[in-house]
């Protein structure tokens, strides 16, 4: 009898966690990730960008996105897809060293597949495929990784020239096939690629926003072709944003210190320095106020609210050009008109963001956000419990439809709220249950209760303390 009634109160438990919003049939969560590398987020105001208006009337916008330091491609798109900044995700540069692995990691030479640097953090098509659920992903970095022992459910190797058709067509029929995905994650390497070479101030660089936002068109005429505009979640954003360079502005190294002391991990505009052996104060003391437009920090003095500093594969020192300058060891160096990578506080690094779908408000602009909150979002949007991350959904809940104030100014979360709140919502309800259910059980087996199995009550008995 009490092992029956027991039995029942598991059951109800497991019903109530299943019916909980978490679980959902998964056509309501769907979401498709774009980056458009190096879109900086006042390129909208260059040129007409009639595809990018219309998803800002009928979705959101965020102004600005303050994305994670540095702000490089692969620790930023890695940082999108986790939520950590880059010392907790381990993508800490585009070209990087891990001492202990004494292994180089380096996208210039597309030598970024083993596992190892990546598994540091969770990405989200590995957290949606933990969830039950399918992944499909478009040259996205890091997604033809084994990261965690497993690949989106679909993915393609990175080939630059598949084309931009090609990618969408794809994730389209991958939406949209017997068992379909429910997050798509999409790379393009524009307006980056032409941002570097021309200089993000060259007139130049309008034709290329023009084509950007006619790409986004054709993704957007291609979800509607295919029925699923009005389902899918679209958040259409970007890793970084682009400065002005000069050649007024270069700092050779080489005038300062021999490069025969160091290691020259990686490049402007945030240098990465391995002294030789024995020779770390000798190369320290020769930079430290060398010149004044650039910063050296000893790693142990990295600014706190950069979060790069726990992490082996950042080096030693690390030395940081301001706005628009260029450091190289000597002017053989190959030099760009355009580039990022620096301070992401500044306005020049940030992306473009904007999102539309059945979860996200309409016609809604909000002034800034922290890029590590958007996974907690997206968790959110797909109903999936998110691994440990340094966002927090709070600060962007108002981004959410369900967050619309039907009459009054919604209450605003502060920073710091739990990002758990569908899986506390369901802890509580099952809470409640077996709450419900060891009083009736108390009820009707009073008399039966001090034989009851130790193990049987273990969970109930601090309910029971409290509401008896
Ligand atoms: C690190 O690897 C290089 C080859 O890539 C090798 O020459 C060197 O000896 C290795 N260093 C250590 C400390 O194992
Ligand atoms: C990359 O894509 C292009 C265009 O689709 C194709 O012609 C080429 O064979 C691909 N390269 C590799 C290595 O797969
Ligand atoms: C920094 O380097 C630039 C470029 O070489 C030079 O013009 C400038 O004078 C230097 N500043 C100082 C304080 O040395
Ligand atoms: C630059 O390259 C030229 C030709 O390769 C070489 O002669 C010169 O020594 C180099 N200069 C420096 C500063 O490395
Ligand atoms: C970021 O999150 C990771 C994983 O939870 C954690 O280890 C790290 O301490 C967090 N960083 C900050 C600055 O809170
Ligand atoms: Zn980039």
Not at 25 to 34: A, G, M, T, W, Y
Not at 71 to 91: D, Q, R
Request: proline share 7%; glycine share 6%; with cysteine.
């Amino acid at each position: 009898m009490t092992d029956r009634l027991i039995k029942a109160g598991c059951f109800l438990v497991v019903v109530a966690v299943i019916t909980t919003p978490g679980c959902s049939p998964e056509e309501l969560h769907r979401l498709l990730l774009v980056s458009f590398d190096g879109f900086r987020w006042d390129y909208l105001k260059r040129v007409p960008t009639p595809n990018f208006d219309a998803l800002m009337e009928e979705g959101v916008r965020v102004q600005q996105v303050e994305n994670t330091y540095i702000t490089k491609t692969f620790p930023n798109h890695y940082t999108m897809v986790t939520g950590l900044h880059a010392e907790s995700h381990g993508i800490v540069a585009n070209e990087m060293y891990d001492p202990d692995l004494n292994l180089t990691f380096s996208m210039d030479r597309m030598d970024t597949y083993d596992p190892r640097w990546w598994d540091e953090g969770v990405p989200l098509w590995v957290t949606n495929q933990r969830a039950g659920h399918r992944s499909g992903a478009a040259m996205w970095p890091g997604s033809d990784v084994e990261i965690h022992q497993m690949y989106p459910t679909h993915y393609l190797p990175y080939n630059a020239s598949v084309s931009f058709q090609d990618r969408v067509q794809k994730l389209i029929d991958w939406f949209t096939q017997e068992r379909p995905i429910n997050l798509g994650v999409l790379y393009w390497e524009e307006p980056d690629e032409s941002g570097h070479r021309l200089g993000p101030d060259s007139p130049l660089m309008n034709e290329v926003i023009a084509d950007i936002d006619g790409k986004l068109g054709f993704l957007l005429e291609q979800l509607k072709k295919a029925g699923i505009y009005d389902e899918v979640n679209l958040v259409v954003t970007s890793d970084h944003g682009m400065a002005q360079l000069s050649t007024d502005r270069i700092i050779e190294l080489d005038k300062y210190v021999s490069s025969n002391l160091y290691t020259w991990i990686d490049k402007s505009p945030v240098v990465a320095i391995l002294p030789k052996e024995g020779k770390y104060d000798e190369v320290y003391k020769a930079l430290a106020n060398a010149n004044s437009s650039m910063t050296v920090y000893k790693k142990e003095d990295i600014p706190d609210h950069y979060h790069y500093k726990h992490n082996d594969r950042i080096m030693p020192i690390i030395i940081e050009a301001k706005e628009g300058w260029t450091i190289m060891q000597n002017k053989n160096g190959t030099f760009m008109l355009g580039n990022h990578g620096y301070d992401n506080t500044l306005p020049s690094m940030h992306p473009v963001f904007v999102a539309r779908g059945p979860a996200l408000r309409r016609g809604y602009s909000k002034a800034s956000m922290h890029s590590v909150d958007l996974y907690p979002l997206m968790c959110h949007i797909l109903a999936v419990p998110p691994a440990p991350n340094n966002g927090t959904l709070g600060s962007v809940r108002d981004l959410l439809k369900e967050s619309a104030p039907p009459t009054a100014a919604p209450p605003t979360p502060a920073r710091g709220e739990s990002t758990y709140a569908p899986v506390l919502g369901s802890l509580l309800g099952a809470a409640l249950v077996v709450g419900f259910l060891f009083v009736f059980v108390k009820q009707v087996t009073r008399k039966q209760l001090p034989s009851l199995p130790i193990g049987n009550l273990e969970i109930a008995q601090p309910l029971l303390q409290e509401e008896l």
